[in-house]
C-alpha cells in the first residue's frame, strides 16, 4: 500500500488484513487476477465499519 500512496496521502486505511491476502493466494495458488478479482468481490459486498481492515472470519 505505501508503494501506491500518493504524496499528498497522509495515511491510509488497510481494506483487508494480511491473512485474508496469503489465505487468497493459496486458494488460487498465486493467480494474481483471480486474487484481485477475489479482493474486489469482497468488497463490494461489505463496507468496512470505521475504516477497519476486514478480518480474516469477515472476509471469507
Known amino acids: 500500500m505505501s508503494l501506491l500512496q500518493s504524496d499528498e496521502v497522509q495515511g491510509y486505511i488497510k481494506p483487508f488484513e494480511d491473512e485474508v491476502i496469503f489465505r487468497l493466494y493459496d ?6 487476477r483471480s486474487i484481485m478479482s477475489a ?3 469482497i468488497l463490494l459486498q461489505y463496507s468496512t465499519p470505521g475504516g477497519t481492515a476486514l478480518s480474516i472470519d469477515e472476509a471469507l
Open 27 to 32: 486458494l488460487y495458488h498465486g493467480d494474481i
Open 39 to 41: 479482493l474486489n468481490s
